[in-house]
């Protein structure tokens, strides 16, 4: 079964940077695409990125291109997504998810509980 733990959530200013983590546990991390969602109070989860699994394709929403920037380390098997100049609509619980394979659906089988972030302006 695979595990996926989110960390990193917290309040930041506007402007300011937050650094969240996933941790994946019970597969083959280092052979999975891991994608990044959130979901905003009273909306959908939206896609906020993707990571392929040697780490060398990124994908990103428009919204958050330039400004979020995923990495992974295979020998901690996790993925990161640092977020830089946040801005109040960024506001939402973070989630990481997976298919556990090498693609990535619009719906990952496999998802973390998540984590908070809060950007006040």
């Known amino acids: 079964q695979v595990q996926l733990v989110e960390s990193g959530g917290g309040l930041v200013q506007a402007g300011g940077s937050l650094r969240l983590s996933c941790t994946v546990s019970g597969g083959t991390f280092s052979s999975y695409t891991m994608a990044w969602f959130r979901r905003a109070p009273g909306k959908e989860h939206d896609f906020v990125g993707s990571?392929?699994?040697?780490?060398?394709?990124?994908h990103y929403a428009d919204s958050v291109q330039g400004r979020f920037t995923i990495s992974r380390d295979n020998a901690k098997n996790t993925v990161y997504l640092q977020m830089n100049s946040l801005k109040p609509e960024d506001t939402a619980v973070y989630y990481c998810?997976?298919?556990?394979?090498?693609?990535?659906?619009?719906?990952?089988?496999?998802w973390g509980p998540g984590t908070q972030v809060t950007v006040s302006s």
């Open positions: 990571i392929s699994w040697r780490g060398r394709s990124t």
């Open positions: 998810a997976t298919d556990a394979g090498v693609a990535i659906t619009t719906t990952p089988t496999y």
